[in-house]
Nanobody, 113 residues
Framework: QVRLVESGGGLVQPGGSLRLSCVAA????????MAWYRQAPGQQRELVAT???????NYADSMKGRFTISRDNPKNTMYLQMNDLLAGDTAVYYC???????WGQGTQVTVSS
């Protein structure tokens, strides 16, 4: 059963921006912390950012100042605004609900000129 669906990935030039979305199928979203992860080719999956149910945020060091995680609880949706993208940000980005171990299918982000 699909519980998290990401969208918004694509090809962008270095320095560009993208906004990812994660829609949750169910009201569980509103009470749990959520997270974005990413996995580059040949690399382990790494944490990008987290957000509590109340909206407190935390970021991996390399994303601070460039990425912004947010959520809209009535819409069961989480976002990741990514600015000043670098080639090193190329990866599949995943939406995650840690408490329930729910994962989305991922959305590809490619940063290239």
């Amino acid at each position: 059963q699909v519980r998290l669906v990401e969208s918004g990935g694509g090809l962008v030039q270095p320095g560009g921006s993208l906004r990812l979305s994660c829609v949750a199928a169910g009201s569980f979203f509103r009470v749990y912390n959520m997270a974005w992860y990413r996995q580059a080719p040949g690399q382990q999956r790494e944490l990008v950012a987290t957000i509590t149910a109340a909206g407190q945020t935390n970021y991996a060091d390399s994303m601070k100042g460039r990425f912004t995680i947010s959520r809209d609880n009535p819409k069961n949706t989480m976002y990741l605004q990514m600015n000043d993208l670098l080639a090193g940000d190329t990866a599949v980005y995943y939406c995650n609900c840690p408490a329930l171990n729910y994962w989305g299918q991922g959305t590809q982000v490619t940063v290239s000129s």
